[in-house]
């Protein structure tokens, strides 16, 4: 994809939708960390139905802890790896409420020190939560990036890289979201729906698909 064709691109995506935002439900910091953390392997729904028991109860790091294990296994036990996830989100608010006051870190490295955070889950906080430009690759950008020749790499931080050095500065903030629902509802992984893809003409993938 040429420099054009990108400018052609992210423009045509911010046409459609100029303020996207994440489709995981939160309104604070701490339940945006918390739902990143809880969906590695799950679907945005599945993880707000269960956020939709949990945050009325428990919506701090103290509030968490004071669950105990068991408990918050109680709330979110519909999502997958459920018990893992339990035991990373305990460790990680211990973490918040003893070195960090009960708050959610602002930079990257103390982000990816609490358990379960790995660079996409603090890439993601770093850009929802704080406007940061930074670009959480999941699977959908993964996808995106090589097939439409936006930022082909073989791993995911070699397309994190690609992507923010290719994007326009002034669409790497809302990038990310554009990425993800494009791959999530139009450019999907077993067959992309060109036919209904604003942006096919951009796109280096072939052949295209029909209806």
Not at 140 to 159: D, M, S, W, Y
Not at 175 to 195: D, E, N, S, T
Request: proline residues 7%.
């Amino acid at each position: 994809m040429k420099p054009a064709q990108i400018e052609t691109f992210f423009a045509t995506l911010q046409a459609a939708n100029p303020q996207p935002v994440t489709e995981l439900e939160y309104t604070s910091v701490f339940e945006l960390l918390a739902a990143v953390l809880l969906s590695a392997q799950a679907t945005d729904v599945g993880v707000n139905k269960a956020t939709h028991r949990l945050f009325p109860v428990a919506h701090t790091p103290q509030q968490i802890l004071n669950l105990g294990l068991e408990g918050l296994e109680s709330y979110i036990k519909t999502i997958g790896l459920y018990r893992s996830k339990a035991k990373h989100l305990m460790e990680t608010c211990r973490i918040l409420v003893d070195r960090h006051g009960g708050q959610v870190p602002r930079t990257r490295e103390a982000l990816e020190a609490l358990p379960g955070v790995g660079r996409k889950t603090a890439n993601v906080v770093l850009n929802v939560a704080f406007g940061e430009p930074t670009m959480a690759v999941d699977t959908h950008i993964f996808r995106v990036g090589n097939r439409t020749g936006l930022a082909p790499g073989k791993t995911p931080l070699a397309v994190e890289q690609q992507l923010l050095r290719r994007i326009p500065p002034r669409y790497l903030v809302d990038a990310h979201h554009w990425l993800i629902l494009h791959g999530r509802y139009v450019c999907q992984a077993r067959k992309p729906l060109c036919h209904q893809c604003a942006v096919s003409a951009c796109c280096d993938f072939r052949p295209k698909t029909t209806a």
